[in-house]
Every structure is written in structure tokens, then in C-alpha cells.
């Protein structure tokens, strides 16, 4: 049933929303098995969005793919004690609950690694648990305000506004992944398990500091943190003749290429003010502004046609949309239909390729609590469900 490189590792998976699943979905595809504890309530991702049926929303299914779903309510003894027979057999815990909420339950790192040693365990937090924010709540907009996401988007358009994508979600989950498997290489070389903790905060400050930390890294500092380039008023898709193009003319190569084939006018009063990478990088929004002039002055097609030429990056701008019918993202195989009791689902599949043990769309997601008695019957706990709500 399970393929891929995580073959054979079972993951307790008692995360909710998008951080933690997003982590445990891409387990799944590549071959974990993942065993979603739910509250009888469900995750509230099963609500958020459109879906073929109630709480199979299409964010939910995306996000849960190929998993197991099994209810608990972890505030009666019999919900706890299957929690604590899966932990007995899993090679990896990991949990989106607020620190205090996840001690009180009984399920802290100590808990954990008492029933099983080589256990790896993984917090997924809003603010990490040795800072003042440790308890603070935190979703996608407040951690985007927060490490200064909209600030930039202030400085490149005049208004402040979030990116139209759960990015911190995503990046953390991301963060979560490769954070779990470089515990699980370390177990897999010394039987070690340990305890990994990724905040959403944290993760995302580390993640704009990439490029804008810039010169507010050295003492003393040799400007703002800040990447000028990234943040120049002009820097947008250009408008064309009839419609927009992006392109990104940048390095020496390219800028010679471009303009030998463009010859646009004013090049002749800035041509050794823009000669070189480094000149043009000190005044770069005044470059977007000339580039933008001369991209009128062309259709797209004719843009993307030359620019195709002189291997010059560029792209049509698209739609989420037209991704499901993008030529080259069909011909790797990126999407994959998967039936479902709810009719077919077109996935976007496993971005990532392997010779030897490829990962593919693990399956479609579970109803709540759809493999809660068979999970059971697993443990042996089959007259623990028989007595009542577990």
C-alpha cells in the first residue's frame, strides 16, 4: 500500500489546519504511513473551503491526502491509552498543540520517550517555548505581520498586504519536514530518538533574513535590513503591447544580450551607467523603469519569443488555474486523479523525483474517523471501542 523512500515509518500525526499536515502529507506521498488522530469534532480544515462533501473540504483533502483518520477524544483515559499504544509502535509524533495544552494531556516530549526511546518527537509552534511569546496563538497573517512580510509588500507597492498564500504556514511545514527526517537519519545511525521543535515565527524570521538581512548583518551595520532589489517600486510584471510579461534581465550576460538585440534609444545616454551588474544594482528601480517602458513597445508572444532566444528567463503571467493544464507540469506527470468515494480528485502531486523510490500522491483523504476501528483492532484495543466513545 505505501511506496517511497519513508517506507515502513508510521507517523502519530495529531496536528490540525495546515503547518503540521502539510509536513505529514508529503510523509504520506513518500511512503509513510500517517495516522491522523482527530478530535469527534475534526480538524477544523475539513470546514474552510469548498469540497464535495461536508468536511472534506478542498484544502482538507489536499493537505490529508493518503492519511488514516482516527477519532479520539483525548480528554477521556481510553482516548489517551490508544494514543499511548500507537507511540508504542511509531517511529515519529508529531503534534500543532500549544505547549501547556500538550503537557497537560500527558503527551510531552518525557511522556513520550518513556513509552518509546527512540521516538522522534516534533513540536510545531507559533513562537518557540524558550522566548516570552511561548504561549502567544499564532496563524499565516499574524506570523507574516509579524517577520515583516507586509512591510516589504509596503515598500514595493504603497500599501501593506500579505502575500496572496499561506507562506508561513507552508515554509514552516517545509521547516518541519526536513527538521523530522535529519532526526530520524540521526536515529537511523545511532538508535537515538530525540525531541525537534519548529516555530512558525522563528522559521519565517530566519526565512526573510535570507536576502534582506543584508546590511544590517554586520557591525556596525552597512544599511537597513533590506534587499533593494526586491523591494523597487517598478519591480512588477511589465505591461506589453497586450497584456504583461515577467522577465528578469539581470545579469551581464543577459543585459548585453538584451540590449544588442533591443537596442532600445536610451541606452545610448545610460550605457556606461548600466554596464555593468553591480552599477545597475545600485540604481535598480531606475533600470525597472526604463525596462518597463521598452516591454510596451512588443506583445508578449513577440517578448517571449525573443527572450526564448536569447535565454533570457521570462514567463507568461498565469493563473492558479491554468497550472492544471500548464504543458510542461503535465509532462512531467505533476497531477495525478485519484478516485475518491466522492468522485475523482485531481491532485498536484510529488514535486520531487527519485530513481529508486519515487513518492506519488499517497491516496485520497480520510473521512473523520473513517479507520478509527480499524486502527483499533490493530492495537488490540478492539474491546476498548466496544465499551464506548473512545
Known sequence: MHSGPLRGVRVVDLTAMVMGPYCTQIMADMGAEVIKVEPPQGDNTRFISVGPAPGMSGVFVNV???????????????????????????????????????????FGYDDVA???????????????????????????????????????????TGEADFVGTIMADKVAGLTALYATMMALFHRERTGEGQEVEVAMFETMASFMLVEHANGAMFDPPLGPAVYPRTVAPNRRPYRTKDGYIAVLIYND??????????????????????????????????????????????TTDEWLMLFGELEIPAAPLNTPDALFDNPHLNAVGMFETVDTPHGPVRFPGVPTWFSRTPGRVAGPAPELGADTEDVLDELGLADTRAAGPV
Not at 74 to 85: C, I, P, W, Y
Not at 265 to 281: C, F, I, P, Q
Request: hydrophobic fraction near 35%; glycine fraction near 6%.
Open 64 to 106: 490529508n491526502r493518503g492519511k488514516r483518520s482516527i477519532v479520539l477524544d483525548l480528554q477521556t483515559d481510553s482516548g489517551k491509552a490508544a494514543v499511548r499504544a500507537l507511540i508504542e509502535r511509531a517511529d515519529v509524533f508529531i503534534h500543532s498543540m500549544r505547549s501547556k495544552a500538550v503537557l497537560k494531556l500527558g
Open 114 to 156: 518513556a513509552i518509546n526511546p527512540r521516538i522522534v518527537y516534533t513540536n510545531c509552534y507559533g513562537y518557540g517555548r524558550r522566548g516570552p511569546e511561548r504561549d502567544r496563538p499564532a496563524y499565516d497573517d499574524t506570523i507574516q505581520a509579524e517577520c515583516g512580510i507586509p512591510a516589504v509588500q509596503r515598500q514595493l
Open 253 to 298: 550576460k543577459h543585459w548585453n544580450a538584451f540590449i544588442n538585440a533591443v537596442q532600445p534609444a536610451w541606452h545610448s545616454d545610460n550605457g556606461e551607467k548600466y554596464a555593468t551588474l553591480e552599477l545597475r544594482a545600485s540604481d535598480i528601480d531606475a533600470v525597472y523603469g526604463l525596462l518597463a517602458e521598452t516591454m510596451k513597445e512588443r
